[in-house]
């Protein structure tokens, strides 16, 4: 997901996920999972989100939406 505001519109919660790509420090991410099911939205390689486990995902829930803040090279900051 390179683009400031990304849409998903398929999803099969099994399988699907959604990779950021590192930008600049201070830069956002809108996702919009606008699927029935579950996204699962992974940090770059080798970074983290909220702090949390590297390389793991968060979930977005169907029909929800979150920014992700870019706070490091790899590393973003999520609000949902």
Do not use: M
């Given at each position: 997901l390179a683009s400031a505001l990304n849409?998903?519109?398929t999803c099969t919660e099994a399988a699907s996920g959604a990779l950021l790509v590192a930008k600049d420090v201070g830069d956002s991410i809108i996702v919009i999972n606008a699927t029935s099911n579950n996204l699962r939205v992974y940090p770059p390689v080798g970074g983290a989100l909220n702090g949390g486990t590297t390389n793991a995902p968060v979930n977005l829930g169907a029909n929800r939406?979150?920014?992700f803040w870019q706070t490091g090279a790899l590393t973003f900051g999520v609000t949902f």
């Amino acid at each position: 997901l390179a683009s400031a505001l990304n849409v998903v519109t398929t999803c099969t919660e099994a399988a699907s996920g959604a990779l950021l790509v590192a930008k600049d420090v201070g830069d956002s991410i809108i996702v919009i999972n606008a699927t029935s099911n579950n996204l699962r939205v992974y940090p770059p390689v080798g970074g983290a989100l909220n702090g949390g486990t590297t390389n793991a995902p968060v979930n977005l829930g169907a029909n929800r939406g979150a920014t992700f803040w870019q706070t490091g090279a790899l590393t973003f900051g999520v609000t949902f």
